[in-house]
């Protein structure tokens, strides 16, 4: 069973930054794809990366279309962790963020794929 735990949520005005972390614990989460996802106030759930279990050059990495350029998925195996580091904020990307992990190496953008999920992390961004 693995458990994920996010960090690194907050508030930060528009253009600023944030770096989300998500630390996750289990016997085989090294061999699973990992994602994050976010959920605005009265809107569905929706991806915004994704990456597959191994990291190396030119790993299968998935991002939602608005945000490519702005945000970037990475993991670090070593310490069962993904990161999202989100640059350019803006009052859009206010959400609740979610790091999710799944028990296959490749990566989805679909939220019904990932069986494993952390409690959620707070962003907000200020105009």
């Known amino acids: 069973q693995e458990q994920l735990v996010e960090s690194g949520g907050g508030l930060v005005q528009t253009g600023g930054s944030l770096r989300l972390s998500c630390v996750a614990s289990?016997?085989?989460?090294?061999?699973?794809?990992m994602g994050w996802f976010r959920q605005a106030p009265g809107k569905e759930r929706e991806v915004v990366a994704a990456?597959?279990?191994?990291?190396?050059?030119?790993?299968?990495?998935i991002y939602k279309n608005s945000i490519q350029g702005r945000f970037t998925i990475s993991r670090d195996n070593a310490k069962n962790s993904e990161y999202l580091q989100m640059n350019s904020l803006n009052p859009e990307d206010t959400a609740v963020y979610y790091c999710?992990?799944?028990?296959?190496?490749?990566?989805?953008?679909?939220?019904?794929?990932?069986?494993?999920w952390g409690q959620g992390t707070q962003v907000t961004v200020s105009s």
């Open positions: 999710a992990a799944r028990s296959v190496s490749w990566p989805s953008g679909r939220e019904k794929d990932y069986p494993y």
């Open positions: 289990g016997r085989t989460s090294r061999e699973y794809a």
């Open positions: 990456i597959e279990a191994i990291p190396r050059i030119g790993s299968k990495t």
